[in-house]
């Protein structure tokens, strides 16, 4: 209600001045004896001015002049006004009906008439509940297409031997590891990630975040990008181990976009960008899309204003066994000066503000690297195996911790 309300004053107001100015416009042309009569006013005006007729001829005169005047204007807007009347109202009405009726039809053809207003808060929680009942692993498997290569009969052939040997021993780790490269260099993702659930299962307790984070990544693919509700577990189980696993991460921030979270998309993806090499996988397709989730999440981002990634690229090592040490020296002071940007800025793990403290160390800037030092320590201050790795920084970098 409150928005049709809103709407019909937005609508008047905006019509308002136009219908004003159709009724204010002139109508009609005056008639040519009303405009005789009225040179004929000013001209009395004149002569009584300039003395060339007499107070009361001028008074006489200027009484019939108006009396006559009054006569026919009143006969000319007699005859006029029901001609200007109807085109008045059919000038408004030419106006008024168009308008109301393109906003009326763009409202219903783009907008969601009789949907009630909600609250953020509510919004979240719908979307929540949608994402918690969206499809599983399978219902998403089985619309994708059916892509796996078979153009190698020898290959096929091995594989299958692969499967046979492998369902008479279940527990073969080396084997079910093969199996997962196989499957995926054939593009059966449905059965490498079977068999990277295999991997998972013999390890046990021994599996690391890269093997959750490789499962996780299998079923994604599988799935045509999709990330199930069973794939988000395994993802979850990945950062539960490791919970720096850029992989994991990336697919992570996806998971919210699809589900309709940017604001949880958004963080995720930029703080990743910053704490990542420059060579990472993830970063081509999370610069792809991370201006318009930036832009979702209500906080449109440039790509040049996104944080850098950490650390030389391949092509930066290429580059720097070119360079004089001099050269090389200003390029480290240049990459030190980035992260400590970045770290003052946005923060990160305190991997980061080991490596910064020891870069220092190495430049010969210990003051630097103790004043580094002493804030990382506050930031860290509840975090024990962060302190160790920030205390064996400090050791290398030559400093007291």
Same mark, same amino acid.
């Given at each position: 209600?409150?928005?049709?309300?809103t709407?019909?004053v937005?609508?008047?107001?905006?019509?308002?001045?136009?219908?004003?100015?159709?009724?204010?416009?002139?109508?009609?042309?005056d008639?040519?004896?009303?405009?005789?009569?009225?040179?004929?006013?000013?001209?009395?005006?004149?002569?009584?001015?300039?003395?060339? %007729?007499?107070e #009361?001829?001028? !008074? *006489? /005169? =200027?009484? &019939?002049?108006?009396?006559?005047?009054? @006569?026919?204007?009143?006969?000319?807007?007699?005859?006029a006004e029901?001609a200007?009347?109807?085109?008045?109202?059919?000038g408004?009405?030419?106006?008024?009906?168009?308008?109301i009726?393109?906003?009326?039809?763009t409202?219903?053809?783009?907008?969601?008439?009789?949907?009630?207003?909600?609250?953020?808060? %509510?919004?979240? #929680?719908?979307? !929540? *509940? /949608? =994402?918690? &009942?969206?499809?599983?692993?399978?219902? @998403?498997?089985?619309?994708?297409?059916?892509?796996?290569?078979?153009?190698?009969?020898?290959?096929?052939?091995?594989?299958?031997?692969?499967?046979?040997?492998?369902?008479?021993?279940?527990?073969?780790?080396?084997?079910?590891?093969?199996?997962?490269?196989?499957?995926?260099?054939?593009?059966?993702?449905?059965?490498?990630?079977?068999?990277?659930?295999?991997?998972?299962?013999?390890?046990?307790?021994?599996?690391?975040?890269?093997d959750?984070?490789?499962?996780?990544?299998?079923?994604?693919?599988?799935?045509?990008?999709?990330?199930?509700p069973?794939?988000e577990?395994?993802?979850?189980?990945?950062?539960?181990?490791?919970?720096?696993?850029?992989?994991?991460?990336?697919?992570?921030?996806?998971?919210?976009?699809?589900?309709?979270?940017?604001?949880?998309?958004?963080?995720?993806?930029?703080?990743?960008?910053?704490?990542?090499d420059?060579?990472?996988?993830?970063?081509?397709?999370?610069?792809?899309?991370?201006?318009?989730?930036?832009?979702?999440?209500?906080?449109?981002?440039?790509?040049?204003?996104?944080?850098?990634?950490?650390?030389?690229?391949?092509?930066?090592?290429?580059?720097?066994?070119?360079?004089?040490?001099?050269?090389?020296?200003?390029?480290?002071?240049?990459?030190?000066?980035?992260?400590?940007?970045?770290?003052?800025?946005?923060?990160?793990p305190?991997?980061?503000?080991?490596?910064?403290?020891?870069?220092?160390?190495?430049?010969?800037?210990?003051?630097?690297?103790?004043?580094?030092?002493?804030?990382a320590?506050l930031?860290?201050?509840?975090?024990?195996?962060?302190?160790?790795?920030?205390?064996?920084?400090?050791?290398?970098?030559?400093?007291?911790?």
């Amino acid at each position: 209600m409150v928005f049709w309300v809103t709407a019909c004053v937005l609508l008047i107001t905006c019509l308002l001045p136009v219908l004003a100015a159709l009724r204010s416009s002139k109508q009609r042309k005056d008639a040519p004896d009303v405009a005789v009569y009225r040179d004929q006013l000013r001209e009395l005006e004149r002569d009584a001015a300039r003395g060339t %007729l007499p107070e #009361a001829e001028a !008074e *006489a /005169a =200027r009484t &019939e002049v108006a009396r006559r005047l009054l @006569a026919a204007d009143r006969a000319a807007r007699e005859q006029a006004e029901p001609a200007g009347t109807g085109r008045r109202w059919l000038g408004g009405a030419s106006i008024v009906v168009p308008v109301i009726a393109v906003t009326l039809g763009t409202y219903l053809w783009i907008g969601a008439p009789g949907y009630p207003d909600l609250p953020l808060a %509510l919004r979240k #929680a719908q979307i !929540e *509940a /949608a =994402r918690a &009942e969206r499809p599983g692993q399978a219902v @998403a498997q089985a619309e994708v297409p059916d892509n796996i290569d078979t153009s190698d009969p020898q290959v096929t052939e091995m594989v299958g031997q692969l499967r046979d040997i492998l369902a008479e021993r279940p527990d073969d780790l080396q084997g079910w590891r093969l199996a997962v490269q196989t499957e995926s260099g054939l593009r059966n993702f449905e059965a490498a990630w079977q068999a990277q659930n295999r991997v998972v299962a013999i390890l046990g307790d021994d599996a690391t975040g890269d093997d959750f984070a490789l499962l996780a990544e299998l079923m994604i693919i599988a799935a045509g990008g999709y990330v199930s509700p069973e794939a988000e577990e395994v993802l979850n189980e990945t950062l539960r181990r490791d919970p720096a696993n850029g992989t994991a991460r990336y697919y992570q921030g996806s998971m919210f976009a699809q589900g309709g979270r940017p604001d949880l998309a958004w963080p995720i993806w930029r703080r990743l960008v910053a704490e990542s090499d420059p060579d990472a996988p993830w970063l081509e397709p999370i610069y792809a899309d991370i201006e318009r989730i930036s832009s979702l999440a209500g906080d449109p981002t440039p790509l040049d204003q996104l944080p850098r990634p950490r650390g030389p690229s391949a092509a930066d090592v290429d580059a720097a066994a070119g360079m004089t040490l001099e050269e090389r020296m200003d390029m480290i002071g240049g990459m030190v000066e980035g992260l400590a940007s970045r770290l003052a800025s946005d923060g990160g793990p305190p991997e980061d503000w080991a490596r910064l403290i020891t870069a220092h160390g190495v430049l010969g800037q210990q003051d630097r690297a103790a004043a580094v030092y002493a804030e990382a320590k506050l930031v860290f201050a509840d975090n024990p195996g962060a302190l160790d790795t920030l205390f064996q920084a400090a050791e290398r970098a030559g400093i007291s911790p």
